[in-house]
């Protein structure tokens, strides 16, 4: 009891410990905060100061300066990289009037039933132009799953498709004009990637429309590959993050010339449109069996050789001899006979990566 009139003393002595203890954290932290700005002060102030004064090049050159020459020559520098980079972009977009664009924004249906009048309208153009098509197997240029499956259609990137139906068209208009009137041709069949069913990756908007610009494995598709779909392989134009195309595979029976007609055509049509690969094999007796069933010349063989000169003279009543007759005049022969091959043309529609093809569904 002789103690608690200092109760109130021993308190506030202990309140006063603990503000003091408090205060010597703040102030440690204080002090600790202060020297790591001083620290990140002098850092960027040693960046700024090795910028101004000029940095020596690893081959040990003369240092380069952060003045207003040197920017402007960078900003200048900048500038023609960039005018380049759009150079390059415009040629291998092509020529606005050259390029094959979708303005497509109906709904699936609607571009199911496109595809199905597209591929009746190609089969009567091969039946009038005398070309010849599978028997075993109808023609559908790509579009197998649909066409035979009726009532199916795309489910997503239907301006993709709808471009590449276009594409189709064109590359089997340029097929049929590249064909000599009385040279046979059997289109096989024209083989397009299924891009609708390459792995989705997020568009413009995050909303997944878009496909991948880069060659995806065929173990990565959605659905397993028809007869007319392919999954391009080995030499490609494409180039992740600078050129995406859209692949075509071309497969028909004809002779070299049709071949080269239509190599021509194609390099002279101002599309953006490159080959990127030739495959030329022996067709089989039962493939030139359907070739020449409409009764086609496959092309002059080897041409007969004159006839040789007797070597005795024609014996006869004694007259004037006669004038020798006028050498005959050389022929020329063939050494390979004209005949048909199977092609497999492989062709790329080209586009930059910048303007990525992909757009949301309607």
Not at 31 to 42: G, I, N
Not at 196 to 213: C, I, K, M, R, Y
Request: hydrophobic share 45%; glycine share 6%; charged share 20%.
């Amino acid at each position: 009891m002789a103690n608690r009139p200092h109760l109130p003393f021993q308190v506030a002595l202990g309140a006063l410990g603990l503000v003091f203890a408090a205060g010597c954290v703040l102030a440690y932290n204080a002090y600790a905060a202060q020297a790591k700005a001083d620290a990140d002060l002098r850092r960027v102030t040693s960046a700024v100061n090795a910028l101004v004064s000029g940095a020596a090049l690893p081959e040990g050159g003369d240092p380069v300066a952060l003045n207003a020459d040197n920017v402007a020559a960078a900003s200048a520098d900048l500038a023609a990289l960039q005018a380049r980079q759009e150079a390059l972009r415009n040629a291998i977009a092509g020529a606005p009037e050259s390029q094959i664009d979708s303005r497509f924004v109906g709904i699936a249906n609607e571009l199911g039933t496109q595809i199905q009048e597209s591929v009746s309208r190609w089969r009567r153009l091969a039946q009038s132009k005398d070309v010849r098509l599978p028997s075993r197997e109808e023609a559908c240029f790509g579009f197998r799953r649909y066409v035979l499956n009726r009532g199916t259609q795309p489910q997503r990137l239907y301006r993709e498709v709808d471009r590449q139906r276009k594409m189709i068209e064109w590359i089997l208009e340029t097929l049929v004009e590249a064909k000599a009137p009385a040279a046979p041709l059997l289109i096989q069949s024209i083989d397009r990637e299924p891009i609708e069913t390459f792995p989705a990756v997020a568009g413009p908007a995050g909303d997944s429309q878009a496909f991948t610009l880069d060659t995806p494995s065929a173990e990565a598709l959605a659905v397993r590959l028809q007869s007319d779909e392919f999954v391009l392989s080995g030499h490609s134009f494409r180039r992740p993050g600078l050129v995406g195309s859209f692949a075509f595979r071309v497969r028909f029976v004809g002779r070299s010339d049709t071949l080269r007609a239509f190599v021509n055509l194609v390099q002279n049509s101002g599309k953006p449109v490159a080959i990127s690969g030739i495959e030329i094999t022996q067709p089989s007796a039962e493939t030139l069996k359907e070739l020449v069933s409409n009764g086609a010349n496959l092309g002059a063989g080897p041409a007969a050789a004159p006839a040789p000169a007797p070597f005795f003279p024609t014996l006869g009543a004694a007259g004037p001899a006669e004038a020798p007759a006028a050498p005959a005049k050389a022929e020329r022969l063939s050494v390979i006979p004209t005949g048909a091959s199977e092609y497999t043309v492989r062709l790329e529609y080209l586009f930059p990566v910048t303007e990525t093809p992909a757009a949301p569904a309607k």
